[in-house]
């Protein structure tokens, strides 16, 4: 049977505010670790980033599921003194200030290890810890334009977009979850680490394929599956897309424009990539004409990947995301339950977002810093 809470019994100080290292403070503690949040005398910026019950916006609760609350400031001695107290007792540091600020307040790699011989210290930022940009901040739309993500995220206007989440921030996350439960594996730290992870590499790292594509053409990136994207229908909107040629000549059927398949402007993904404008306003055009659910049917049933585009509403009332328990409905803070995604593979979160400093008395009592 495999074990659902296998960091069972680790110490996490989550000092981050924001996504990125929350996140990552998060997910260890759906996988079984105690998590201390401190937060400073306002709270984390987060909270106020965004509507959401109780004053605290929608993405903190998400990404601070199932931690304990205690307010420190650590620019009081006092404070700063009970946290390097924790961070001693901690198996897991999270920073996620900009380079050298910890270390010049006082609670940065060095002055942690120095009482904490096993410690895995996570710094996340956003350029990392060296080169010439290491000090400056980058935020999740920053990060998506210099990494190179906007220019390959473009529809028919050709304008560059940025992604309508916080997608550079969540995947850093992810990433430094990784990082650290490979540090721990196996059986824990056997001496201190300093793990460095960035907004910017983590987006390199998404952008793989691409990055390696770009250098070997010497250009941009083409469009791999033309004409796929998003199409207006009568009554709302519908995304296509395309994995074999076959399915183009499916889909110039399904339309009603089986010429298409001939014309050697379309005659293969490459072909289509160069001309891509006016196929899209054909299909355009012809999409128009009918609903969503009528191209959806029609679609499926010629074998061509389709899908309305959903709204969350939509998408939580969907049968099978209700059948498969994908979203279900957690109490996110006390009195308010709200659709809560699992994060795959795992149960679902049971356990509310504490509110600032929920926590603060009884941890400072526990570990005798009252």
């Known amino acids: 049977m495999i074990n659902a809470k296998p960091l069972a019994g680790l110490l996490v100080l989550d000092l981050s505010q924001g996504i990125a290292g929350p996140y990552c403070a998060r997910l260890l503690g759906d996988h079984g670790a105690r998590v201390l949040k401190v937060e400073p005398p306002g709270g984390d910026w987060m909270r106020e980033l965004g509507p959401g019950p109780g004053a605290t916006s929608a993405s903190a609760l998400y990404y601070n599921l199932g931690k304990e609350s205690l307010v420190l400031d650590l620019k009081q001695a006092r404070d700063l003194g009970r946290a390097l107290a924790l961070a001693a007792r901690a198996d897991v540091v999270i920073e996620s200030s900009r380079p050298g600020a910890m270390a010049k307040l006082g609670l940065g790699f060095e002055a942690v290890r120095a009482r904490n011989a096993a410690v895995i210290y996570l710094s996340i930022s956003g350029f990392g810890r060296t080169g010439p ?49 490979l540090a721990l594996w196996p059986g824990g730290a056997r001496e201190a680490r300093h793990l460095d992870v960035s907004l910017m590499g983590s987006a390199a790292a998404v952008l793989g394929p691409k990055v390696l594509e770009a250098a070997f053409l010497g250009r941009a990136p083409e469009t791999i599956n033309a004409p796929a994207g998003s199409y207006r229908t009568s009554d709302g909107w519908i995304a296509v897309t395309l994995v074999r040629e076959k399915q183009f000549q499916a889909l110039v059927r399904a339309i009603g424009e089986p010429d298409l398949a001939r014309d050697p402007r379309f005659a293969d993904f490459a072909e289509r990539s160069r001309n891509l404008a006016p196929l899209q306003e054909i299909i355009a055009a ?37 059948a498969s328990g994908t979203a279900p409905m957690v109490e996110v803070m006390a009195g308010t339950s709200l659709p809560v995604p699992r994060n795959p593979g795992q149960k679902a979160q049971d356990r509310p977002c504490p509110g600032i400093g929920e926590h603060t008395a009884a941890v400072l009592r526990e570990f005798g810093l009252d």
């Open 133 to 181: 940009r290491a000090g400056e901040p980058l935020t999740d739309t920053v990060a998506q334009a210099f990494s190179g993500y906007m220019s390959i995220n473009r529809d028919r206007d050709g304008i560059p977009h940025k992604t309508g989440t916080t997608i550079i921030d969540a995947v850093t996350g992810l990433y430094a979850f990784q990082a650290v439960t």
């Open 286 to 322: 012809r999409l128009a004409e009918r609903t969503t659910e009528d191209w959806v049917t029609r679609f499926t049933a010629a074998g061509v990947l389709a899908s309305r585009i959903n709204g969350f509403g939509d998408w939580l009332a969907d049968p099978h995301v209700v």
